[in-house]
Structure formats: structure tokens, C-alpha cells
């Protein structure tokens, strides 16, 4: 964690950021020094009014990664530290080249027994590999309080005498010295006051983004995810689009498990972004990308979709029977609702989690790794950007008109609600190929976007109808079947009915702006 501990040990402010079971935030810098290095004089860094006495602390630490040390292949530590105020389990996210997250929870009784809600998190990277202790470590740390004019603490300063023992690949034995300076109530100017002050003395960064890293050594390097600056080719835009939409993704998946808000909504739509842009661009892809990959896409797109319908359906009951005037409000259609709905939910959430710790779905964000990286493109992924791609991107817009067509031609009430949502999937599928094209051609895509964007929200208040009217439908059944009063649910049927009618019409003046190709948007 850092200072966090000390912090803790040294004042009240923010205390409870810092104890096991809570979470906090740190931004600090790391400096690799010689043994004999003299500490330059602190009050000089910007606000520093005065430096109180050190004080010392004896640390433990045992950091757990999978044996292929796949957190540390994404910058992240997760720690069991004994000693000091702070004993307990702590997980390190990265959030920049200064900052990163913290997860704490208590010791437990079970050294080796990482916290269940750590291991959730971290799932999407160890994807059913056992977490086992990789490095261990002690630290004799010498901390420093940096005071301002107010004696508020501005930061910390800690003088690190560090014992590694590697356990894996295989044993090796290290000591080093090091510098930490973690802002408290500073700002970024005094670690660029320290950056200037400590080079003057012969010290610079470490090369090491944390102590894990230094005992582990160099290493293989990382996959990278990352696209060229000004990405040329085609293949390069599309791994450019995929290392994007990865990221969200893996982002996501530690806040679903968390139940966050907008998390499903969020991950879904990054699944779905990667299903609508193998479909655009399948010739610059492998065959097993349409074969393997994208039905395990459509797997986990279902079931997130389940789930966020239902979470959906339970804010709609709850908003709509607010509208209602109490006197048409009969029977007991609110805990009817509420009920049915809850256990809908808790239901796909169910089938959601059990999909989440599926090998079935590790081994799916094996392969979507391999397509951020680029090792699944074909070929023709070697062209020209500005040649290959938006003859695709025209073909996708052909494949939306088409569906509009059929949409139109549809007569039976719901074959035609059925053709409306492959629509808006259709115009879902040309918002994103406009928008990962939009550096080739920005004025025409970024009008095709939003008119794609226009039909997808129209029909998804359509669809949401849709979904409305079928539940109140089995709703209202159970009621009748019950005895219960069911005049309210009819009511509300006819109100979602009216509000897909209204749908439709805006629908039929959205389509009008969609282009036959890019040339005419």
C-alpha cells in the first residue's frame, strides 16, 4: 500500500480510507538509491514548511499472482502484509503511471487464503488459475511526515530497506534500498519538486513501478494491446478498435461481480462492440473468429443481456407505477411486480455469475486477447485503411436497409416487433463501423453515426416496450389466477402499446437520414 499504513499510524485525517475492509486511493513515486545515499533536505519541496522525526517500521509481505504471474503481467499487486498498522490484505490496481487503486480486507485465519472478494476481482485476469505466493518480503521503513503551513500533512516520506525472496519461476534472494513519496494533502507539484531535488543528489525513478516488480526481475515482455500513434493500415485501425473495446471489457468485469451501477449496461456494450465489428469486418479476420470467437460472443452477450433486461424491467416497474394516479392503481399489482421481477433478476444474475467463473468464458478472453493483440487478422488486414475499410462500413449500411426493408414488408404484430429489433441491431452494428472509421473520414461518418444512433434509441424504447408488455402479460395471468384485481395491468399494457406506436412513428422519420453509403451521408 505504499504509506497507507503509516498514514493510518500517524494521524486521524482519512483514517478509515486506509483500514482493512475499505478501499483508498495512492499517488507516489518510487526512487532507486545506493545504500550510503544521503537524504536531501525534504523542507525544500514545494509547501514544505517543516520534516517531523522519523519513525520505524518492521513489515512483512507475502504478494500472490498465478504461476504464470498473470496480475503482473497487467501491473497489479495483491499482498498479505503483516506488521505495522495496516495488517491485512491489500490489491493494487493501476490507474496511471502515478496513481492506483487499493482493495483492502482483513488478515482472516488462512495465510493463504485470498479474500473472496479480491479473488472476484481479479478473475478476469487469474481465469480460474490458483493464486500462490510468488515473492516474499520484508521492509525496515523509515517514514518521514512533510508538513505544511497549517501542519497538514502534505505527503510522506519513506526510506525503504528492502529483503525480497523470489519464489517463482524459481528462488532467487534480493536486497535493495529505495524511496517512496506518497502525496497526502500535496499536490503533483511536490513530486515534481522531488523528481528535480532528488536527481541533484544522484537519485532518479525507479525503473521498477513497485517492489513485486523489482523482486520478479525482467521478464518476457508483455503482449501489448496498444496500437501504433497513427494507426495506416487496416489492420492496425481494427486491433486499435479491439484493444479498446478489450479494455472496457476487462474493466467491467471486476464491477459486475461487484454488482456496480451501469457496470452490466457498460460490459454488455462492450461484448457488443466486439460481436458488430467482427461482423463488419470479417474478411481481415481469421476463420476461427467467426467459428469459435464470435458465438462465445453471442454466448455472453445473452446472458449479460438477461441480466441487464431484468435490472432494467425492475426500474421501469418501479417508475411507472409511480405515474400512475393512485385510484387506478388495484390490487396488489406493486409487490406482485416487485417480487416476480427481484426473482427474475436474481435469477439471471445467478446464471450471469456462474457464466463469469466459467472456463467457458476465460477461454473466450484468451482469444479476445488475442484479437486486441492482432494475431487474428488475415492478410488483407495489410492494406490501406482509407481502401479496405469503408467498402465494409458500405456493406454494412446495406445489410441496415435491408433489414428496414424487411421490417416494412412484415404484417404479423410480432414478426414485425421481431424485424424492428434486428433493425436496431443492424443500426447498431453501422454506428460502430462509422464510428471506428471516423478518423478516415470524419464529417461522413460522424453524420452516419448519428443517424444509426438515432434509429438504435428509437427502437430500444420500442424494444423496451416490447419486453414491458410481455411481462405484464404473464404478470396479469398470475394475478387473474390468483383472484387478484388485474384492471391495472391492462391499463399499463395499453400505455406500453401506445408508447411503441409512438416509437414506430418516430422510427419512420429517423430512417429517412440513413444513406445508401458513405459517399451520400
Not at 485470498?114 to 510468488?134: C, E, F, K
Not at 503551513?149 to 535493495?176: H, K, T
Not at 444509426?452 to 427502437?459: D, F, P
Request: charged share 30%; aromatic share 4%.
Amino acid at each position: 500500500m505504499g504509506f497507507g499504513e503509516i498514514h493510518s499510524a500517524l494521524t486521524s485525517r482519512n483514517y478509515t480510507r486506509h483500514m482493512a475492509g475499505s478501499d483508498s486511493r495512492e499517488i507516489e513515486r518510487k526512487y532507486a538509491v545506493t545504500d550510503s545515499r544521503p537524504i536531501p533536505p525534504l523542507v525544500s519541496l514545494s509547501g514544505v514548511i517543516r520534516v517531523q522525526r522519523p519513525r520505524i517500521f518492521s513489515l512483512e509481505a507475502v504478494y500472490f499472482d498465478t504461476a504464470e504471474l498473470s496480475l503482473d503481467e497487467q501491473h497489479i499487486t495483491l499482498r498479505r502484509r503483516t506488521g505495522g498498522v495496516d495488517a491485512g490484505w491489500h490489491l493494487k490496481l493501476p490507474l496511471s503511471a502515478d496513481e492506483r487503486s487499493e482493495l483492502h480486507e482483513p488478515l482472516g485465519t488462512d495465510p493463504e487464503l485470498v479474500p473472496a472478494r479480491l479473488r472476484r476481482v481479479v478473475a478476469v485476469h487469474t481465469r480460474g488459475r490458483a493464486l500462490v505466493p510468488v515473492v516474499n518480503l520484508k521492509t525496515r521503513r523509515t517514514v518521514r511526515r512533510l508538513l505544511g503551513p497549517n501542519d497538514e500533512i502534505l505527503g510522506l516520506f519513506c526510506d525503504d530497506e528492502v529483503e525480497a525472496v523470489r519464489l517463482v519461476p524459481s528462488s532467487l534472494s534480493q536486497s535493495w534500498r529505495e524511496w517512496e513519496l506518497e502525496l497526502v494533502d500535496g499536490d503533483s507539484s511536490m513530486l515534481d519538486a522531488a523528481d528535480t531535488l532528488f536527481a541533484a543528489a544522484g537519485v532518479v525513478r525507479s525503473e521498477s513501478p513497485s517492489k513485486l516488480a523489482h523482486a520478479l526481475g525482467v521478464r518476457e515482455p508483455r503482449r501489448s494491446f496498444s496500437a501504433p500513434p497513427a494507426p495506416r493500415s487496416s489492420g492496425e485501425l481494427l486491433a486499435a478498435a479491439f484493444a479498446d473495446y478489450r479494455r472496457e471489457l476487462v474493466s467491467q468485469d471486476a464491477r459486475v461481480r461487484e454488482d456496480l451501477p451501469d457496470a452490466l449496461h457498460r460490459m454488455r456494450v462492450a461484448v457488443a462492440r466486439i460481436r458488430a465489428t467482427i461482423a463488419t469486418f470479417r474478411p481481415l479476420l481469421r476463420e476461427e473468429v467467426q467459428s469459435r470467437l464470435r458465438p462465445e460472443l453471442s454466448w455472453i452477450g445473452h446472458t449479460l443481456g438477461a441480466a441487464r433486461d431484468a435490472e432494467v424491467m425492475i426500474a421501469w416497474a418501479a417508475s411507472v407505477l409511480r405515474s400512475e394516479p393512485v385510484d387506478l392503481v388495484l390490487g396488489p399489482i406493486a409487490d406482485r411486480m416487485e417480487r416476480q421481477l427481484r426473482l427474475d433478476s436474481d435469477e439471471a444474475r445467478s446464471v450471469l455469475r456462474d457464466a463469469l467463473d466459467s472456463s467457458r468464458y476465460f477461454r473466450l478472453l484468451d482469444s479476445v486477447d488475442a484479437l486486441a493483440s492482432g494475431e487474428l487478422l488475415t492478410s488483407l488486414a495489410d492494406t490501406r485503411a482509407k481502401d479496405a475499410l469503408p467498402e465494409l462500413v458500405n456493406r454494412r449500411i446495406a445489410c441496415l436497409r435491408r433489414a428496414m426493408h424487411l421490417a416494412d414488408k412484415a404484417r404479423d404484430p410480432s414478426q414485425h416487433d421481431l424485424a424492428l429489433h434486428e433493425v436496431r441491431k443492424e443500426a447498431k452494428k453501422v454506428r460502430y463501423a462509422a464510428q471506428l472509421i471516423s478518423p478516415l473520414r470524419p464529417k461522413r461518418t460522424k453524420r452516419l453515426a448519428t443517424a444509426a444512433t438515432a434509429i438504435q434509441e428509437v427502437l430500444g424504447t420500442h424494444q423496451d416496450s416490447v419486453v414491458a408488455r410481455q411481462a405484464l402479460l404473464r404478470l396479469s395471468t398470475d394475478a387473474h389466477n390468483a383472484g387478484e384485481n388485474t384492471f391495472t395491468y391492462g391499463r399499463l399494457h395499453a400505455i406500453e402499446q401506445a408508447r411503441a406506436e409512438d416509437s414506430e412513428a418516430e422510427y419512420e422519420r429517423a430512417i429517412r437520414r440513413i444513406p445508401k453509403s458513405l459517399d451520400t451521408a
